[in-house]
């Protein structure tokens, strides 16, 4: 790569790296049960500071996503991808969800059938609802991405608004709840973002070229969900009213959430990052995805938590100390495992390229690459 290129890289997979930690936050508050009830009476200065984290972390999904979408709506469709991705996601799945439940480790999940086809198709059972909306994703590359790259300005800036009408604005100004909404969960959400990074990426983003104004949406906005979430509140105590929509605006398609997003990737994308800092980035961001894979396994989901001690917070300033210091271990702890995992498995790849058959299943899946990499050039 150029050095431009590299370094616009290194600002992307730090946020990359940042939104993997902020993933890590918002489940050791909420599977911690560190976020008191909004609809209790008593919430103080510690229930204040839990939702402000929580506010402040809730962009972390659709800051993944829009990375994913920008960089996804530029390259090719590659099946060695989707197959490497796919194993990934299968060794962790059935590893330490196996793992979990043989050492008693495994909490509030029955370990039935339904648990261990969960573990063996771990995409098609949702085990990780993100990489379920992923792979769904990457499987829709060949259609969606030619055709951003395809489309005129005016083409794909009509085509984002629609979406963003229909999956995100309708939902964020209804008081009401929709039977289709799916809060962000699905794939329909993650294909909205992916529409909205490739335009980025494209045509850029006017007001978010600015790292000022971005910041300043990122706050800006994050101070409105928290806001909102509050009000909401203050109103359910008085009148009973809006109980299904006490956390309205820390879904992830709220418009709120997603602005709040796109400023905080506005933020890193005018980052300059050079020299060693750079190198060390580049080098662990691309094993982010292993720390969710591992931190948020079935076998392990409700119970790394207690073990970081989130049971004996009390206090404002056990949450901030407590919530830094999980998220430095689970961090940590989650990038050493995929090392370990990616020395492992390419090891096996080398081992069993000497035989014939898998030798002929590579060279097939090369092949196919070449397929799509030549329309993308098209």
């Not at 820390?250 to 005018?270: D, Q, S, T």
Request: glycine share 10%; charged share 15%.
């Amino acid at each position: 790569m150029r050095e431009g290129q590299n370094k616009r890289m290194a600002n992307l997979e730090l946020l990359r790296c940042v939104a993997m930690m902020m993933v890590v936050v918002l489940h050791y508050l909420g599977k911690g049960g560190l976020l008191p009830d909004l609809a209790g009476e008593d919430m103080g200065a510690y229930g204040a500071a839990a939702w402000t984290l929580e506010t402040l972390c809730i962009v972390a999904v659709n800051v993944y996503m829009f990375i994913s979408g920008y960089f996804l709506s530029g390259s090719a469709f590659r099946l060695s991808r989707l197959v490497r991705l796919y194993l990934q996601v299968w060794v962790y799945s059935a590893f330490f969800g196996l793992l979990g439940a043989l050492t008693g480790v495994l909490a509030e999940t029955a370990f039935d059938t339904h648990y261990i086809l969960t573990l063996i198709f771990p995409v098609t059972m949702g085990h990780y609802w993100f990489m379920t909306a992923y792979v769904f994703l990457y499987l829709l590359l060949p259609f969606v991405g030619m055709a951003v790259r395809q489309m005129s300005k005016i083409q794909l800036k009509t085509a984002v608004v629609l979406l963003f009408l229909v999956f995100c604005i309708a939902k964020s100004v209804l008081p009401v709840r929709l039977e289709m909404d799916g809060q962000g969960y699905d794939c329909l959400w993650y294909l909205c973002v992916f529409a909205a990074a490739a335009y980025v990426r494209r045509f850029g983003a006017g007001f978010l070229e600015g790292k000022g104004r971005s910041l300043l949406l990122y706050i800006g906005c994050c101070g409105l969900i928290l806001a909102g979430t509050f009000g909401l509140r203050a109103v359910y105590l008085r009148t009973g009213s809006f109980g299904r929509m006490l956390q309205m605006f820390l879904e992830y398609n709220h418009i709120l959430p997603f602005l709040a997003a796109a400023g905080l990737f506005g933020v890193f994308r005018g980052m300059q990052v050079k020299g060693r800092i750079a190198d060390v980035i580049n080098r662990v961001a691309p094993y982010t995805l292993g720390v969710y894979l591992l931190h948020e396994n079935l076998g392990l989901r409700y119970s790394w938590q207690s073990w970081l001690g989130a049971e004996r917070i009390s206090t404002v300033w056990g949450l901030l100390l407590g919530t830094l210091a999980a998220v430095a271990v689970v961090f940590v702890c989650g990038i050493a495992v995929d090392m370990v995992r990616k020395s492992v498995m390419d090891l096996f790849n080398r081992i069993l390229l000497k035989l014939g058959f898998y030798r002929r299943i590579a060279e097939g899946i090369e092949r196919i690459d070449g397929y799509f990499a030549v329309k993308a050039q098209d």
